[in-house]
């Protein structure tokens, strides 16, 4: 009896020491350093899929096995990230140790670079085996990835497979910034308040037309005040001076000029009264000024 509890306490230690095989992703030397975190940053988000073995089914009885940044494919095959399956045959056309992720606003794409060549495909003559995983964003898609075989190397040197998930749109997907939820919160703010404040004057106090706005005579002085500062800072003359009035040049060709009592002199002597304006210019100018001036007074 003492013999079996011994046997038994050594096959658990055995099962809790035993190492595991693990196939993290890691970079490939190839990126440059100034990439490297930012594809750090898109294999970090693939953690949910770890430990998922996956199978895509190609044409002629090939099929691939994937293990995203998981375990080894085959404890056999040291770093198998993607192990390409024919008949009774394995090959590694994928490393865990060679991967390159990117990601755009709708998708993330990993590539797992091999050193196993080309043999059957001479276009491809002296590249080495790589396989490419597209994700697209589908927010309909959640749980294990469903991979697809796109293309089998032929014209492109590398396989293509893809899948969709919701993953890649949570990840790619932004949001609203803080401004934007600050101006839809105000706008439906301000709107709740004039739909409830125009209610209020016109059933409770019977207000019409104008008079239903509510705070009228605020929102009235904060429109003049508003028209009042642009037309400060907007007038032409502030800047150009009084425009020139003293002669003009009429559509029939014929000059004219303001003689010093209001009337309009033509170019041949004879002398028109402009219609109501039997004020001198001057005076007329004189006048405009003062209403300006008192327009813009507080």
């Known amino acids: ?145 469903e991979l697809r075989v796109d293309a089998a190397p032929g014209a492109s040197c590398f396989t293509s497979l893809s899948a969709s998930h919701s993953l890649v749109c949570s990840a790619s997907h932004q949001g609203l910034g803080g401004f934007s939820v600050f101006l839809i919160i105000m706008t439906v703010l301000f709107l709740t308040y004039l739909c409830l404040g125009g209610a209020y004057m016109r059933f409770v106090k019977g207000a019409k037309g104008a008079d239903q706005v509510p705070h009228k005579e605020f929102w009235f002085r904060t429109g003049n005040a508003f028209a009042d500062c642009c037309g400060a800072l907007c007038r032409c003359d502030k800047y150009f001076g009084d425009g020139n009035f003293d002669d003009y040049t009429s559509v029939s060709g014929a000059s004219a000029a303001y003689a010093g009592d209001g009337a309009l002199r033509a170019g041949g002597g004879q002398s028109y009264q402009t219609a109501g304006y039997s004020e001198p210019r001057e005076q007329l100018l004189s006048n405009q000024r003062s209403s300006d001036s008192e327009l813009l007074q507080p």
């Open 1 to 145: 009896m003492t013999l079996v509890a011994v046997q038994i306490l050594l096959c658990i230690s055995l099962l809790i020491n035993a190492p595991q095989v693990k196939a993290d992703c890691q970079i490939d030397p190839s990126v440059a350093e100034q990439d490297k975190p930012a594809v750090s940053d898109v294999i970090n988000l693939l953690k949910p899929f770890e430990g998922q073995l996956l199978k895509a089914q190609g044409a002629g009885g090939v099929s691939y096995l994937v293990s995203v940044c998981g375990a080894d494919v085959a404890s056999d095959l040291a770093q198998s990230a993607v192990v390409e399956v024919n008949g009774t045959s394995r090959m590694v056309v994928g490393l865990s140790n060679r991967t390159i992720a990117s990601q755009g606003d709708d998708w993330l794409q990993l590539l797992w670079l091999s050193n196993t060549s080309y043999n059957n495909t001479p276009t491809c003559a002296g590249s080495n085996r790589s396989v490419r995983l597209l994700i697209a964003c589908n927010a309909d898609v959640s749980g294990a990835l």
